[in-house]
């Protein structure tokens, strides 16, 4: 089983920043992409950002040059940065672990992000 445990969503005000984390239970993390999606109400989920096995990253239009996405393959754990947080980034972040041989899709339970003043 794979089981992803997202964390550190919240309040933020307008221009903030905040870290949410997605902590991994698999055998071996390095074998996974992984990945950051969100959904607002009203709207479709959407990818935010990803990273590959190995280290390769691709962001949404939206929030390049203002998120960050990282992974630690020994705490097996994958971090979103954020940074100068706007309202439309208000949203239900979800992570996602994918497995490209079998084409195999994990996500977490989300964590709720709000960014208001």
């Known amino acids: 089983q794979v089981q992803l445990v997202e964390s550190g969503g919240g309040l933020v005000q307008p221009g903030g920043s905040l870290r949410v984390s997605c902590a991994a239970s698999?055998?071996?993390?390095?074998?996974?992409?992984m990945g950051w999606y969100r959904q607002a109400p009203g709207k479709q989920r959407e990818l935010v950002a990803a990273?590959?096995?190995?280290?390769?990253?691709n962001y949404a239009d939206s929030v390049k040059g203002r998120f960050t996405i990282s992974r630690d393959n020994t705490k097996k754990t994958v971090y979103l940065q954020m940074n100068s947080l706007k309202r439309e980034d208000t949203a239900v972040y979800y992570c996602?672990?994918?497995?490209?041989?079998?084409?195999?899709?994990?996500w977490g339970q989300g964590t709720q992000v709000t960014v208001s003043s």
């Open positions: 990273i590959a096995s190995s280290g390769s990253t």
């Open positions: 698999v055998s071996i993390f390095s074998l996974y992409a």
């Open positions: 996602n672990a994918h497995l490209a041989l079998w084409g195999q899709n994990y």
